[in-house]
């Protein structure tokens, strides 16, 4: 049981001494990742042109929705009325939040 206990406590201390090198290179060649979170956080496209670009992505998904559906397209119109509404909707709050 201490022989156990000993070959625990190298592998424990490989395991530190490789986590304090790793944490030294990120220290020394990590200033552009900081850089890059922090323009993560920066404020991006507003509401007004993420429903442009909505618009945009939600009409094409409609048309290739509707080509695909082949018969009964006018069946399915108030469906795709109300499915491209809520696409709209989602979609638009995504980019405005993501972008």
Known sequence: ?????RSDLKILA???AAAVVLVGILALF???LVEGILAAFEPGVS???AAIWSFAV???LFILFALVAGDGLLGELP???GGFFSFFAVIT?????VF
């Open 1 to 5: 049981m201490g022989e156990g206990t």
């Open 14 to 16: 490989i395991l530190l």
């Open 30 to 32: 990590g200033g552009g």
């Open 47 to 49: 509401l007004k042109t």
């Open 58 to 60: 939600t009409v094409v």
């Open 79 to 81: 469906f795709m009325l």
């Open 93 to 97: 709050l995504l980019i405005a939040w």
